[in-house]
């Protein structure tokens, strides 16, 4: 079955040390979205990439960032964590960016900052 | 401005009674809506999609929701509950000036047996 994969589910990494989230996708669509999703809240959109181009969210910290190699996989960064980063990444796909088009979650990445 | 609001943070229901949950939407112009479901320590599923096409829309798990534009509203839900609908349920939005996905809080939905 074509879907979004993330690895790995559970990330433990210390306070600064820098972490590195994956995700991959065999259903060829074009836009990758990072979510961060805290304890009962909704998934908060950090970024997506739209093949390759990279947009922002404007509340974005610097500290996170994400690179897209090919179209399969894409990546989060978290330079220096901090206690408050300790959440669940999300990645999700589209096929493109018309409004009507539903995004496709993996099952994510729990974070945790020791 | 733009927004979608779910109203009830928790829903409890015993099982094989009605589920409902409550999402409202506020737009000059109906946006597209979603419904999405999460099951602890999961990603987000798509339970149902709204696109103009019909005002009631079927999804999986026999759930489906009834857009209302007169009010404003795309509430979810199911005649009977299920232990396995336990859940966290998102309804979510994109404007049409915005396909990016606006989430309501989410309610968290528990049965009883």
């Known amino acids: 079955d074509a879907m979004v994969i993330q690895n790995p589910r559970y990330q433990v990494t210390q306070f600064g040390k820098p972490v590195t989230l994956s995700c991959s996708q065999t259903?060829?669509?074009?836009?990758m979205y990072w979510y961060q999703q805290k304890s009962s809240q909704a998934p908060k959109l950090l970024f997506h990439y739209y093949d390759k181009d990279f947009n922002n969210e404007a509340d974005t910290p610097d500290n996170f960032q994400s690179r897209r190699p090919n179209t399969s996989f894409c990546f989060l960064d978290i330079r220096s964590p901090g206690l408050g980063d300790a959440a669940m990444y999300l990645c999700?796909?589209?096929?493109?960016?018309?409004?009507?088009?539903?995004?496709?979650f993996g099952d994510g990445t729990r974070l945790s900052i020791l | 401005a733009q927004s979608v609001t779910q109203l009830g943070s928790h829903v409890s229901v015993s099982e094989g009674a009605l589920v409902l949950l409550r999402c409202n939407y506020s737009s000059s112009v109906p946006p597209y809506l979603f419904w999405y479901v999460q099951y602890p320590n999961q990603g987000l599923q798509l339970l149902l999609k709204?696109?103009?096409?019909?005002?009631l829309v079927k999804g999986i798990n026999g759930f489906e929701a009834e857009f209302k534009k007169s009010e404003t509203s795309f509430h979810l839900t199911k005649p009977s509950a299920h232990m396995s609908d336990a859940a966290e349920y998102f309804c979510?939005?994109?404007?049409?000036?915005?396909?990016?996905?606006?989430f309501g809080a989410g309610t968290t939905v528990t049965v009883r047996a």
């Open positions: 999700a796909t589209s096929r493109d960016t018309t409004v009507n088009q539903p995004q496709h």
């Open positions: 979510a939005v994109s404007f049409l000036n915005d396909y990016k996905l606006s």
């Open positions: 259903l060829n669509h074009n836009v």
């Open positions: 709204y696109t103009s096409a019909a005002t």
